[in-house]
């Protein structure tokens, strides 16, 4: 583990930190809030997950309001959906979370993902979002709402840059795959796209390198192990990806045949 952060970085690496950071950026700040897909009900879980009710729909409504500037500034609103208005920064630029007061009643939120996958952006929620407005200070609304967006961004770029660092091999190719327009858009975007897909990335770099390991020990068992866990914290869409070592990885290559029937048991339990 050490080793990944050990010696310099390679030009694929370095490709892929500069691009996303640049273009992430550029996007978290120029796409309109609400304008990424199902954002809206990403920030509404968002939003009970910042007072640490992690089970979706159990906090949110008469217990948990949503703030309604939340739902007031969202592109995907208007049944017309035009150009934002150049006053909009100025609009909403001092207006805090509560400056709208809040939307009572019933609420659900469609995403009822794993909690990993928006916990960066909750815990941005919490501490520049709830945390303020509890304490009477008028933090606006757009701070924290753009902070999870870079919250989601960043947490993407530290997973696919430890795949492509871990990748034995392909490493132009899986740099090219993680900064293309559809990732980039996903990862710049408040939902739960962004540290899924990175799981993935992370799962493919790891698996082949593991694979490529002489013989597969208890450490490299464990760490496969490790792997999983992290692969069934994502969306269902990666699951297939679980069958990656098991094409790649024979009985034989394990120190002991009882390892490989393991590794089997534990998925399957996984």
């Known amino acids: 583990m050490q080793k990944l952060f050990k010696g310099s970085l390679s030009a694929p690496e370095v490709f892929l930190i500069v691009t996303l950071l640049v273009l992430g950026i550029i996007v978290c700040f120029m796409l309109p ?10 920030l509404a879980r968002i939003w009970e997950m910042s007072a640490f009710v992690f089970v979706p729909n159990q906090g949110l409504g ?13 592109y995907r609103r208007e049944v017309l959906v035009r150009a934002i208005e150049p006053e909009f920064v100025s609009k909403y630029a001092e207006m805090p979370i509560d400056g709208l007061d809040f939307t009572y009643g019933r609420i659900e939120t469609r995403s009822v993902y794993s909690p990993p996958l928006l916990l960066p952006q909750a815990l941005v929620m919490r501490y520049l979002g709830r945390y303020p407005m509890q304490r009477g200070i008028k933090m606006p609304a757009l701070v924290p709402l753009y ?20 990748i034995p091999f392909g490493k ?11 990732a980039l858009l996903q990862a710049a975007t408040i939902g739960a796209d ?8 992370l799962f493919i770099g790891g698996s082949l390198a593991l694979c490529r390991r002489e013989e597969i020990r208890w450490k490299e068992w464990g760490l496969l192990v490790l792997l999983y866990m992290l692969l069934f914290f994502a969306k269902v869409n990666l699951v297939p990806l679980a069958l990656l070592p098991f094409l790649l990885l024979s009985p034989s290559r394990f120190q002991t045949r009882w390892q490989y029937v393991l590794l089997f048991a534990a998925v399957a339990g996984l």
């Open 194 to 201: 962004a540290i899924s897909n990175g799981i993935g990335l």
């Open 62 to 74: 008469r217990e948990m309001p949503l703030p309604t500037i939340f739902r007031e500034i969202s």
């Open 147 to 166: 902070a999870i967006r870079l919250a989601g961004l960043f947490s993407y770029i530290l997973l696919a840059w430890l795949a492509v660092r871990m």
């Open 172 to 182: 132009w190719t899986l740099a090219v795959l993680a900064v293309a327009p559809t």
């Open 33 to 42: 809030i609400g304008g990424g897909y199902d954002e809206e009900t990403h």
